[in-house]
């Protein structure tokens, strides 16, 4: 009986390879299934025992980027949430931009009364015409493998009790719902307590059929630094200037100039970011590598 080589998890975990799950993320990533079928078997019959997760990621890539940068770019996603770091800003102003996009009118790093103390959210939002009040935290990290635990979800839950406390007659602080969103996923015991208590949780891969990755593939809103065509200091520019969203230059491709790129790079940019846009949605978590 074939087995298949022990690989090393980016959390220095071992488990099998599964080539099965390689190609069903290519294929979630927009990968046809004869494409994601060949790169997958190519990718297989390199791996050996004691193989990083990372470097199969990095060959699937580099071999999908050669066959589609759109649909590399959109199975790069989750790393590329990554790369908005140090800072957690450029992620608060990627997660209002999504927001913004699903018709809600959002406030970012807003100070709020409670009844105690007084607080700041990373983002406010309310939604015209359903008269919804969301406050947000969010946690971002560097690495993938960090996940939001359940100390952080008491934390944000006794935040969000001293703003609900509050007398809202005076509509000083008008909240109705608080969500704890985050660019990685919760531990069982933070998702435990909150489905418990009743914190909102968004993030890469929870709730199941509307996370963090599926909201933005409907959206059509996708980090700028899944762009294939960028380099790493053309991302951090663009980061800079406030240029979180791929949809921002599509919808005014002006916000490139910070780049000075030739014309011919921002064509080919534009088709990488129209592609991208273009692909259909995801419909449940994708189980990238």
């Excluded at 989750?78 to 959002?106: K, N, Q, T």
């Excluded at 009040?133 to 971002?140: I, T």
């Amino acid at each position: 009986m074939t087995t298949n080589p022990i690989i090393i998890k980016a959390d220095g975990s071992r488990e099998e390879f599964q080539p099965t799950r390689l190609t069903a993320s290519l294929i979630r990533s927009g990968a046809g299934e004869h494409t994601a079928d060949r790169i997958s078997k190519q990718v297989t019959a390199s791996v050996v025992p004691g193989m990083s997760s990372r470097e199969i990621y990095t060959r699937a890539f580099s071999l999908l980027r050669k066959e589609s940068r759109p649909i590399a770019a959109r199975y790069s996603l989750r790393r590329a949430l990554l790369e908005f770091g140090p800072s957690g800003h450029p992620f608060e102003d990627f997660v209002s931009h999504l927001y913004r996009v699903e018709g809600w009118e959002v406030e970012t790093r807003k100070i709020m009364k409670g009844h105690c103390v007084s607080h700041e959210v990373d983002f406010y939002a309310t939604h015209p015409g359903q008269n919804v009040f969301l406050a947000a935290e969010l946690k971002y990290h560097n690495d993938p493998n960090y996940k939001t635990d359940l100390k952080v979800a008491l934390y944000v839950k006794s935040r969000f009790d001293d703003i609900f406390a509050c007398d809202k007659d005076s509509r000083t602080c008008p909240i109705d719902r608080g969500i704890l969103v985050t660019n990685t996923k919760f531990t069982s015991e933070a998702v435990a307590y909150a489905e418990c208590s009743g914190v909102e949780l968004l993030g890469w891969s929870y709730p199941l059929h509307d996370s963090l990755l599926i909201r933005m593939s409907r959206a059509k809103v996708y980090p700028i630094t899944t762009l294939t065509g960028l380099s790493r200091g053309e991302k951090r520019l663009l980061i800079d200037a406030g240029v979180v969203a791929v949809d921002e230059i599509v919808r005014d491709r002006r916000k490139l100039d910070v780049l000075r790129l030739t014309p011919e790079r921002v064509g080919v940019l534009l088709a990488e970011a129209e592609g991208l846009l273009s692909l259909p949605d995801i419909l449940h978590d994708s189980m990238m590598l």
